[in-house]
């Protein structure tokens, strides 16, 4: 059974940082892409940014420059740096694997909360 432990949500101000950690175990970590997906209330899950196997990155538009996705595959462990951070990034942030070999095999984390408010 894959396993996520994802930690460093929380409430933070408009303009703050904040910084994301999944650890996975129980799977071959260099064979996957990791990302960070987000959805807020009554909106669909959607791609913050995601990683693949050799480095590659991947993000959102309405990043802009403010988030950064990174991994380390000795560790099992993806991270996502925010700055810069609005009230509109507010949402659940989830941890996903997605096999190289299989897309259609992904696992996703519990959620952590991110909260910007003033």
């Known amino acids: 059974q894959v396993q996520f432990v994802e930690s460093g949500g929380g409430l933070v101000q408009p303009g703050g940082s904040l910084r994301l950690s999944c650890a996975a175990s129980?799977?071959?970590?260099?064979?996957?892409?990791m990302g960070w997906y987000r959805q807020a209330p009554g909106k669909q899950r959607e791609l913050v940014a995601k990683?693949?196997?050799?480095?590659?990155?991947n993000d959102a538009d309405f990043v802009e420059g403010r988030f950064t996705i990174s991994r380390d595959n000795a560790k099992s462990t993806v991270d996502l740096q925010m700055n810069n951070l609005k009230p509109e990034d507010t949402a659940v942030y989830y941890c996903?694997?997605?096999?190289?070999?299989?897309?259609?095999?992904?696992?996703w984390g519990q959620g952590t909360q991110v909260t910007v408010s003033s």
């Open positions: 990683i693949t196997n050799t480095g590659s990155i």
């Open positions: 996903n694997a997605q096999s190289i070999m299989r897309v259609s095999q992904k696992y």
């Open positions: 129980r799977i071959t970590f260099s064979l996957y892409t």
